[in-house]
């Protein structure tokens, strides 16, 4: 393997667990107000956060350019307060790999908590343990095998992402350019063949072990919570 | 004193409690499925919030709807045991046990090593609770409960989802928790055979409504309790003490106020106390000494009251002295005797009848509980009970 395809591999890892980390908070809150509260704006929240799903990544990636790029107040902001340029760099890959793979981590997570027995968290609570406390001691730990095969999911989602990110962040090779955007570049590149043919490879081993992980974890962790 | 004088309404439902319990031994809460039992432990536990009224545990106000305390489930201080363990699948027996224990606040009264006793939990501490038996489970259930280091516990039919071998295995251990832990207990329970192994205090729930509060034999021995009770369970408690044993024929004598029972053989030293519940309907009656039967547990007394019921029977209260036993024959034999209130009777109980399943521990000698009904309303200026 040359070059490319280490540097397209190691920006794609760098990127997947980034955005699954950036998520990773704000998918347990949105779950857990999609399973427990009744907010009044639920059934938007829930079609807001699933959107992705649904519309062509492009649409994100442009959605994203509008109100992040530096000339949309948000994204000025961000670059006047804290120095962040989201288009053009590895933040703005992360950023739109993560909006992306949001829904698919919500979903999981959301699942694993509706499973959770409140029984449980009552009696925690006769225990001498607050609301916050109950959610850290029972709530989360319960919630782990989704949370985890969730994380996974997310992962691997984010190493694929391409309309969004090529939209948003563009194809800047070592700073934006990951496996699928090398992939495409290759293919638009006379004698590209062998080094996209690689590429592809190494994308479904990637996928093909992110998947097998998921669900071994998601076996392991069940069985420590003694469920088969 | 424990005061609970609260309502609320729960669908159908509608809860009128109205009891002082004592701050010592087990209170039952007896009633039918949907009387409103859980509803009303819950509402203690802080689970249930109540519509009006007040809750209060000793010195501790709980819940009074007029100064708009209403403490949250975790400051109450109260241990729980539910009838489904509700055991933390991701702890071990031993992180189950400290997750309470871990959280309890001001002294230590209930210690590790004391309840892992009690419990026998010892060889269980490394488990996880999926691999427990449904009695294991909830041993380790009440163990975390006790560690919390409660001032009242409440157990919500804790035997209710075991099988029968199941339950005979937790039941001593319930039993020997209340002697152990000087600690009030709330039981919940429909099971009339539970109440009277394990309760010291009875209180009746039907409808939603505590009808009935009282030291438990005196609740037992009144007849208008019985169509509440159930007719086969209904009937009398004697609290007694092992006189001796008869190894040859398996047999045990027990002495109580009025005379002496045999009962087939207990495993108790000699001066143990033992609660015999003598069911109504194993009871018969003569109106002279009766020779020549097989019954050895013969007593006379005077009848005190007759209650016709429903049907052939009749509820014949007879008073041996200090007890009353109360007797379930048909209307047509009350008349055929001329039986009338002041009537001398001799009763008689069959020991086959005073199986394992009526006779239990008693938590203490009855001499040693104060002879006043524990629902009086506590005197002013006396010393306080709780704790």
Not at chain 1, 128 to 135: E, K, T
Not at chain 2, 4 to 25: C, E, H
Not at chain 2, 267 to 278: E, H
Request: net charge positive; glycine share 8%.
């Amino acid at each position: 393997m040359g070059g490319i395809e280490w540097d397209a591999l190691l920006l794609s890892l760098k990127v997947g667990a980034a955005s699954t980390a950036l998520c990773l908070p704000f998918a347990i809150g949105v779950a857990w107000l999609l399973s427990r509260s009744r907010l009044p704006g639920r059934a938007l929240l829930d079609g807001i956060v699933h959107a992705p799903l649904v519309l062509p990544p492009v649409v994100i990636g442009y959605l994203l350019l509008i109100s992040l790029g530096t000339r949309a107040p948000l994204g000025a902001w961000l670059k006047s307060t804290f120095g962040i340029q989201l288009i053009f760099t590895t933040e703005g890959v992360v950023v739109a790999a993560a909006v992306m793979a949001f829904p698919l981590m919500v979903r999981a997570i959301r699942l694993s908590l509706d499973s959770v027995d409140r029984g449980l968290e009552l009696a925690a609570r006769t225990l001498g343990a607050s609301r916050l406390d109950v959610l850290f001691s029972v709530t989360l730990p319960l919630m782990l095998p989704g949370i985890l095969s969730g994380a996974m999911m997310a992962f691997a989602a984010s190493l694929g992402e391409f309309g969004a990110t090529i939209t948003f962040a563009s194809n800047i090779e070592g700073e934006t350019r990951t496996l699928p955007l090398a992939i495409y570049t290759a293919t638009q590149t006379p004698d590209g063949d062998a080094i996209a043919l690689r590429l592809v490879g190494l994308s479904m081993a990637l996928a093909v072990a992110a998947i097998t992980l998921s669900e071994w974890l998601h076996r392991r962790t069940q069985r420590w919570l003694g469920r088969h | 004193m424990i005061e609970l004088n609260f309502g609320k309404k729960l669908g159908a439902l509608n809860l009128q409690v109205d009891v002082a319990l004592p701050s010592r031994g087990v209170s039952a809460l007896f009633g039918r499925s949907g009387a409103g039992k859980s509803s009303l432990i819950n509402a203690v536990a802080g689970i249930v919030k109540p519509d009006h009224g007040r809750i209060r545990v000793g010195e501790r106000v709980f819940y009074d709807r007029d100064s708009g305390t209403d403490l949250a489930i975790e400051a109450r201080g109260i241990g729980y045991v539910f009838q489904d363990a509700r055991l933390f699948p991701h702890l071990s027996v031993a992180g189950n046990l400290r997750y309470g224990l871990k959280r309890a606040r001001g002294t230590h009264a209930v210690g590790w090593d004391s309840v892992v006793e009690v419990l026998g939990l010892e060889h269980l501490l490394d488990r996880r609770p999926w691999n427990l038996s449904g009695g294991e489970r909830q041993r380790v259930a009440i163990g975390r409960a006790l560690l919390r280091q409660p001032t009242l516990l409440l157990m919500d039919e804790p035997l209710a989802s075991l099988d029968a071998p199941r339950k005979a295995e937790v039941l001593p251990y319930i039993e020997r928790l209340a002697r152990e832990f000087a600690l009030p207990v709330l039981y919940v329970s429909h099971s009339i055979e539970e109440v009277t192994r394990l309760a010291d205090h009875l209180v009746i729930l039907s409808e939603g409504r505590t009808v009935a509060s009282g030291e438990l034999s005196d609740i037992m021995s009144r007849p208008e309790h019985a169509p509440l009770i159930g007719r086969y369970e209904a009937g009398s408690v004697l609290d007694c003490t092992v006189l001796q044993h008869n190894d040859d024929y398996a047999l045990t004598t027990l002495r109580f106020a009025d005379g002496q029972l045999r009962v087939p053989r207990i495993d108790l030293d000699p001066g143990a106390p033992v609660r015999v519940r003598i069911r109504a309907r194993d009871v018969a009656l003569a109106l002279s000494r009766p020779m020549d039967v097989s019954i050895v547990n013969k007593l006379p007394g005077r009848v005190q009251q007759i209650t016709p019921r429903d049907g052939p029977y009749a509820d014949v209260t007879v008073d041996l002295g200090s007890r009353t036993l109360r007797a379930l024959i048909t209307r047509e034999s009350c008349d055929r005797l001329g039986l009338q209130p002041g009537t001398a009777v001799w009763t008689m109980v069959k020991s086959v009848a005073l199986d394992s399943r009526s006779v239990g521990f008693s938590r203490r000698p009855r001499s040693a509980s104060p002879a006043q009904g524990p629902d009086l309303p506590q005197k002013p200026g006396a010393p306080a009970e709780a704790d």
